[in-house]
């Protein structure tokens, strides 16, 4: 790093440890090595890639997500503070492969979330087999960050971040590079599995950690879709800790330990499961929601914003009506659909790449993936 760099560095790792109480292990592995090796961590919540990397002195190239380039202030981030390999989510980029061996090569290392999305409630989802194929290929030392915490400070859907909510990081060399010729990829996706599986809910049921906050419940709409009491949808809203609907009134409250009370469940994780269980009804209706479309240049990493507009999903169609034009896409010609951020549903049709900043985002999601045999 220069000069610069390691102020930028000193002003960020200052910035979280603000709004964050981090809890650093190291264990067998040494923040300041400066040699190429992977850097693998599992993915609670957006911003794993930025405050994991203010804490080593050389730190490995992150592969992000590259609608984060389309903000002014993350793309000064991730180009001139720590400079990262921009990778589309949801599609098998040659590119990034091509760049993440050129990084290695030229002796920096990388830094692989492998789950690609950030988890959504809180725990690992799967790991696309040719991350495996990659760590065998290059032969290097595979470093382990496994963080524990994350989610319950600022979960995927939430509002607001709990202030100096406490996040665990525990580094720790998983495998050496030269042990890499005697391993199978199956023994490699086996111990990286084990390795980075998490549920925070799990965790901190143990733990009892405190994580109290007023708003706790607000946003909860935006990735829960189904009251598992009436199996009503879109009928879901918060208020404070609480979370209520329209039909049924209060149904749960969040307690200290982001743990529900009220339902048969007592997390976010279950209650997925139930919601998903709800897909096959859901699918065979038309559904409605509202939001702001935005079409994408991902060459130059630039966001155009159309304005808003009324979405709804009738038949296999993904139609959203603006002011002046109406978009129709046919959902089977939708590629690369996946949920950026927080609340935006991104994909590409045909030569264009689009995201919509809306209101039930992981409804339309869950569903469109559905219809089209992807969930």
Known sequence: MTFKDEIYRLILKAFYKSIYKIDINFNNFEPARQDAYILVGNHPCLHDGVYISTYLKSPPKPIINTFMFTSKVWKFILTKIY?????????????????????????????LFPEGNSSFFGQQSKIPFSTYKFMKKMKKDVVISKTNGAYLVTPRWAKKRVRRGLIEVNFYTLIKGEEMDSLTVEEIESKIIEAIKFNDFDWNREKKHSYGFKKRAHGIERFIYVCPKCMSHQTIYSKGNNIYCEKCGHIATFNDHVLLEGLDFDNLVEWDKLQKTQLEKLSKIDLYSKGTLFQVDIIKQKSVKIGFVEASLINNKFILQHRKQEYRFDLDKIKGLTLTRKDEVSFDYEEETYFIKMEDPMLFYDTIKYKDGGL
Do not use: E, L
């Not at 990778?87 to 760049?99: A, E, H, Y």
């Open 83 to 111: 400079p990262s390999i921009a990778k589309r989510k949801g599609q098998n980029d040659i590119i990034t492969v091509r760049s993440m061996m050129q990084t290695i090569k030229s002796g920096r290392g990388v830094m």
